[in-house]
């Protein structure tokens, strides 16, 4: 199993309500990504989470709430977003072995902020 | 510090016709180099990858990649593209000694015209 599974596929939020983005991988991945990108851009790097514990925050604001339950899940909790948040969510995995550093992708959660 | 650059926003090829997308990088020590393809709406998913070992890399579909160190390129090629290929592709650079993260290009826009 090489699959990143994330849900939902789409969301359309208020600026007012609470939303969650879930990110699943059953690889034994220890290393887990959240990923922000707008249309035809690079990914960006939001959260690492190595081994459970938060490695990484680039400086996101905090309406951005990252969690991990445990070594297979990953939530990102969303409060009060601003329109210009709406975007691809992408979620990944990697295998922090040297030699197996690729990351898997999961295909994103579409979030619409209106 | 690293940085990778993909010099061409937009790539068309003739179906049948050979391909390169080019990938130039810069990092302190030694490189780890990814490429990824992303479909309309999906997330990533990954192609190749040079971590050590042979210059000459292949990967999925019939794509491969030529690590040249004194250029400091890692091209993305086919010998014979496919409509199908047509997608956004990514190059991707981590430095082997640093705790950093990927960095990605700013993407190829590859049009295989039938």
């Known amino acids: 199993d090489t699959e990143v599974t994330q849900t939902p596929k789409h969301l359309v939020m208020g600026m007012t309500n609470k939303k969650s983005l879930k990110c699943e991988q059953h690889?034994?991945?220890?290393?887990m990504y959240w990923y922000k990108q707008k249309a035809k851009k690079p990914p960006e790097l939001m959260f690492v989470?190595?081994?459970?514990?938060?490695?990484i925050n680039e400086s996101v604001p905090s309406r951005f709430s990252p969690e991990c339950p445990n070594s297979s899940l990953l939530n990102l909790h969303l409060h009060a977003l601003q329109p210009e948040d709406s975007a691809l969510y992408l979620c990944?995995?990697?295998?922090?072995?040297?030699?197996?550093?690729?990351?898997?992708f999961g295909q994103g959660t579409r979030l619409t902020v209106v | 510090a690293q940085s990778v650059a993909q010099p061409e926003d937009q790539v068309n090829v003739a179906e049948g016709n050979p391909l390169t997308v080019k990938c130039t990088y810069s990092?302190?020590?030694?490189?780890?180099l990814f490429w990824y393809v992303q479909y309309p709406n999906r997330g990533l998913q990954f192609l190749l990858k040079?971590?050590?070992?042979?210059?000459l890399v292949k990967g999925s579909y019939g794509f491969e990649a030529e690590f040249n160190k004194s250029q400091t390129s890692f091209h993305l090629k086919k010998p014979s593209a496919l409509v199908s290929d047509s997608a956004l592709y990514f190059c991707?650079?981590?430095?082997?000694?640093?705790?950093?993260?990927?960095?990605f290009g700013s993407g190829t826009q590859l049009t295989v015209l039938p």
């Open positions: 990944a995995s990697s295998n922090r072995r040297v030699g197996s550093t690729e990351a898997f």
């Open positions: 690889m034994g991945h220890r290393a």
């Open positions: 989470y190595s081994y459970e514990k938060l490695s």
């Open positions: 990092v302190s020590g030694n490189p780890y």
């Open positions: 040079y971590i050590t070992g042979d210059n």
């Open positions: 991707a650079v981590r430095d082997a000694g640093s705790a950093r993260q990927l960095t």
